[in-house]
């Protein structure tokens, strides 16, 4: 089934305590493009600026499952841009050395036609009144799910419950639950958040897994136990991907569905962030990814 | 099979955003001995001052799987008194607001001969030193865990190092595990301790779940996604309890054992959390910890 995802593509700087990269390629779509095809096709829709290098988007290119017609090049503009720091004692934190949003603080990205009759569709963090219009160019979709930031959960409060109430799924941070509800239990605060959607939330804690609220329904799941850590930039992205390609692949979000899908997206992220950017992505085969959940299986059980 | 614990008895003052309870029953082997008791005779070694009211120990005397021949009324001493408050903004968080170590700054307790012959054992924490000296009066234990803490670590290490060589098992919270080898990574923490012991790591991260450390094997599980949390006190202790009262129950410690053993674990401490002092310990019955395990193998399953 199709699998729509609208989001960023940046050019990122990223430090962490092994090495870094200049200038490589980023952002929430791509991440979740990459992670999702290896379940189904994927639509994205991106806006890249002029001063994108031409072979930037070259990896991408070549993944018969990832459908660029929704990449727009917008002519005077220029690329978002984040330069990030990660903890040399916590690589689970991290400091945005620098940020130039660019084409992402101008008008949002137009969904193709042709895309327009996608069914699965993940909005990730944008402004919620972006996400509410990219949202109201689909003309039927079956299963929506969003991301979002605690910057919209200051500012923009009414305008993302206003989303939420439209969503399916909400994928966020622990303490993006907890300041949304204020709620300092992140259980509480689930339970609450799922009040606010249609079916179902996922609350990620990073290296400590991940909960999954459903009607009268919580789920539980560590992450898997990474010894080799390199870069966690676009992990949760690469969950959201694995996630909502697994869902879209069988066609279906019982459940059953949804916890198997959790645990693709657990297992998924662990692989992307053992190596810089999209390296680990790009060199990976499903198998690895279906080896590792069987792992991830084994290392769960009792 | 028979369990032995040894440890402190304390009389605690508690405060956590729900409530307050002055001078209770408190301690690691009191938690551990009513964690323990549902699955297998426990022998309780400790020690109270003179001060220690006539009836305090009174609920654990009524509990037939306990045997309280290990506890001392030492005379002219005072019984350990611990003063805690519990964060309102975060309940995972607390401050000592006093703390009087009393008799347990005195000689250790003394092993009645008719406990000698104990094969499951429990160290809980204290002075490495002294752990070890209890260990020595032992005839010929065959799984001797313990439990430790920051304090050691920090001041006490070549003892602290000195007992790990004589362990089968450890228990300890991740940011111990963290101190202990230098490590920010907890993965690559635990399986540097495991080299120091001889069987296995549990490492702790409280409402994230634990980690089990063994020879070439790691097992992630989450905790229990509790909403009622009244009072975190003895959860650890009675974590470890209900694993080492599963261990010497089963007579066994494979990884199929430890592996259920902690899922027990988790459990019994997630229900402990949900009253003050020994409250809750002493309102259930085994069949309440074996439908919570049930709810928790749903919850953790996909």
């Known amino acids: 089934m199709s699998l729509l995802v609208t989001g960023s593509i940046g050019i990122d700087t990223v430090e962490t305590p092994t090495g870094r990269v200049d200038d490589v390629l980023g952002g929430s779509s791509i991440y979740f493009a990459c992670a999702a095809g290896f379940f189904c096709?994927?639509?994205?829709?991106?806006?890249?600026?002029?001063?994108?290098?031409?072979?930037?988007?070259?990896?991408?290119?070549?993944?018969?499952?990832?459908?660029?017609?929704?990449?727009?090049?917008?002519?005077?503009?220029?690329?978002f841009r984040w330069h990030g720091r990660y903890h040399a004692d916590?690589?689970?934190?991290?400091?945005?050395?620098?940020?130039?949003?660019?084409?992402?603080a101008e008008r949002g990205p137009t969904i193709p036609e042709k895309f327009h009759d996608s069914k699965y569709v993940f909005l990730a963090n944008t402004h919620p009144a972006l996400q509410m219009e990219l949202l109201g160019q689909l003309k039927s979709p079956k299963l929506v799910v969003a991301d979002t930031m605690n910057l919209w959960i200051e500012h923009e409060k009414k305008a993302l419950l206003a989303l939420l109430g439209r969503l399916d799924g909400l994928v966020m941070n622990d303490s993006e639950a907890k300041m949304l509800t204020g709620q300092s239990n992140v259980v509480s605060?689930?339970?609450?958040?799922?009040?606010?959607?249609r079916k179902f939330v996922v609350v990620k804690k990073g290296e400590h897994g991940s909960l999954l609220f459903q009607r009268g329904k919580v789920c539980a799941m560590p992450s898997y136990p990474a010894v080799k850590v390199v870069d966690p930039t676009g992990a949760?992205?690469?969950?959201?991907g694995a996630m909502m390609g697994h869902l879209a692949a069988v066609d279906k979000a019982g459940i059953a569905d949804l916890r198997k899908a959790i645990a693709y997206g657990t297992v998924v992220a662990s692989l992307e962030l053992e190596d810089f950017s999209l390296k680990k992505l790009l060199a990976i085969s499903r198998d690895d990814i279906d080896a590792r959940l069987a792992e991830f299986r084994d290392i769960t059980a009792f």
């Open 236 to 240: 949760g992205d690469s969950f959201a």
């Open 189 to 197: 605060a689930g339970m609450e958040i799922l009040k606010m959607l």
């Open 90 to 104: 916590d690589i689970n934190e991290r400091d945005t050395v620098k940020v130039d949003l660019n084409v992402l």
């Open 41 to 79: 096709p994927v639509r994205l829709v991106g806006v890249v600026g002029e001063d994108c290098p031409r072979d930037f988007l070259k990896p991408l290119k070549g993944r018969q499952n990832i459908d660029l017609a929704g990449l727009e090049v917008r002519k005077g503009s220029r690329t």
